[in-house]
C-alpha cells in the first residue's frame, strides 16, 4: 500500500502562485508514476501533472503546459506542483495520485484509471 497527504493549497488571486506538496509513505518503492489531479465541483476529475518516479519524465495537460511545473524528490519520497499565474478556472480539489504498475505510453499517464492510490485532496481556490 502506499500513503499520500496533499498539502498546501488555499486562497489565492489570479495571477498568484502556490506550491502543492505530496508526501508519499508506504511501499513507496512501488511507484511508476506520481500524477495530479484536479477535481472541481460538479466536474469530472481532470489530469493536471504526472511525472515518472524513476525516469523524471513527465507530462502536462495543454491548460497548465507553461504555468505549472511537477517535480519530485525521490529520497524524501515527497511530489511538487509549482503553480504559477493561476487562473479561476483552476479552482479545483487537487488530488495527487500514484501508479504501482507500468504506465505506457506517456499520455497514458494522464488517465486517472491507471492510478491505484489517491490522496485525500487540497483546495485551491483563485479569486479573480
Known amino acids: 500500500q502506499v500513503q499520500l497527504v496533499e498539502s498546501g493549497g488555499g486562497l489565492v488571486q489570479a495571477g498568484d502562485s502556490l506550491r502543492l506538496s505530496c508526501a508519499a509513505s508506504?511501499?513507496?518503492?512501488?511507484?511508476?508514476?506520481t500524477a495530479w489531479f484536479r477535481q472541481a465541483p460538479g466536474k469530472e476529475r481532470e489530469f493536471v501533472a504526472a511525472?515518472?518516479?524513476?525516469?523524471?519524465?513527465?507530462y502536462y495537460a495543454d491548460s497548465v503546459k507553461g504555468r505549472f511545473t511537477i517535480s519530485r524528490d525521490n529520497v524524501k519520497n515527497m511530489v511538487y506542483l509549482q503553480m504559477n499565474s493561476l487562473k479561476p478556472e483552476d479552482t479545483a480539489v487537487y488530488l495527487c495520485?500514484?501508479?504501482?504498475?507500468?504506465?505506457?505510453?506517456?499520455?497514458?499517464?494522464?488517465?486517472?484509471?491507471?492510478?491505484?492510490?489517491w490522496g485525500q485532496g487540497t483546495q485551491v481556490t483563485v479569486s479573480s
Open positions: 508506504g511501499r513507496t518503492y512501488t511507484m511508476y508514476v
Open positions: 495520485a500514484a501508479a504501482v504498475s507500468a504506465v505506457h505510453p506517456t499520455e497514458a499517464m494522464g488517465d486517472k484509471v491507471n492510478y491505484a492510490y
Open positions: 511525472i515518472r518516479w524513476n525516469s523524471g519524465i513527465i
